[in-house]
């Protein structure tokens, strides 16, 4: 039998290790870990909302009404109050009619994906979608394809090549994201969606880094493009900006109820804490207001003043990639950042391919000017050291 010893030991010689860190506090600017206290730059938490009063009280009271477990899945007693509310508020606030809530964005993708799609359908990702959309896709039973990371032309002729027989009975899915979530840029939606059009193909947009970010009130890339329309299904995680988390499908009312019955990920797992969709809630009302407006206001500025120090090109959201290539180099550089009081991780293969791993920076309203001047000057400086 394969010993799984020597399988850990294979992953350190190829520099792909992993273990885990614990932290005093999963968010914020600083990141403190037994004596050592750490600038946070790897959390996703791009609006500085994990630790904010209005969603701590919404926890809190929701728990005093009720309770803390749902005590089972949706289908039976585990929906109340605040599932429905983030359900319509989710819906109306990015322009459809209804919307789906799961306990995180894995399952979300697990379970729309799933719902949608079976034996038969065709499925095509851009080859930089996030593992849970490639999961999904796996595990519905349709075709899998990819394009080359935002290759039109390559996704014309996947399109051109799928036998049309017999379409009425069958599905054909593009799946793309709003910024994704390792090289921090962007899709050509409008093409995309004009291509979904001629060939009779659905589209879903993974928004779950640009939800929050970009967009008016921080309703996301689509939006931002006039695009919504072309949307199908619209996924975001309430992980990230919103500081706390879940996720939803957002689609019409058809789709919305098929995702309900069909979703094995929502059918047979127990409902998300109240208080877990209560937090939700809290997160998306900040980020649509005026908290959210001036938050976004300070992480663009963050931004832009890092790229102009690093003198790279502006992404279109808060992750900004600094790729180096080799693994163990970007370990290295990882460390020296660590030694630094620097947090901000290697990325490696299988997150990234082979060969091109990086640096992942991710910025926060939460930091300050200075906060970023240091960064530069340690990028610098642990650059210069390899
Ligand atoms: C983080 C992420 C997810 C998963 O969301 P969780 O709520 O963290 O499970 C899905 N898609 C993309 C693009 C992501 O970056």
Partial sequence: MRDPGSELNKLREDNLYRELKYGASATGRTFHSGDLSLLNFSSNDYLGLGANEAIKEAVTETIASYGVGSGASRMLSGGTTPHLLIEKETASFFGKDSSLFFANGYGAALGTLGAILQKGDTVILDKLCHASLIDGS??????????PHNNIENLKTILNSIN??????????????????????VPPIKEIIKLKEQHQTLLLLDEAHSFGIIGESGKGFAHRENCIKGVDFLMTTFGKSAG?????????RTCTELILNRARSFIYSTAPMPSQAAAALAGLRLIKGKLGEE???TLHRNIDHLCNE????????????????????????????????????????????????RIRITVSANHSEKDIAFLVKKIKKSLNNI
């Fill in 138 to 147: 796996r595990l519905s039973g349709a075709t899998v394809r990819t394009f």
């Fill in 244 to 252: 706390a988390a879940g996720s939803v499908t957002v689609s019409s």
């Fill in 310 to 357: 690093l003198q790279i090109s502006r992404p279109q959201g808060a992750i900004i990639p600094l790729i180096i290539g080799d693994e163990l180099h970007a370990l290295k550089i990882a460390e020296n950042l660590h030694r630094e009081g620097i947090l901000a991780p290697a990325i490696r293969y299988p997150t990234v391919s082979k060969g091109s791993a």
């Fill in 295 to 297: 938050r976004r206001g």
């Fill in 164 to 185: 049309k027989e017999n379409q009425k009975e069958k599905r054909i899915l593009i799946v793309t994201e709003g910024i994704f979530s390792m090289d921090g840029d």
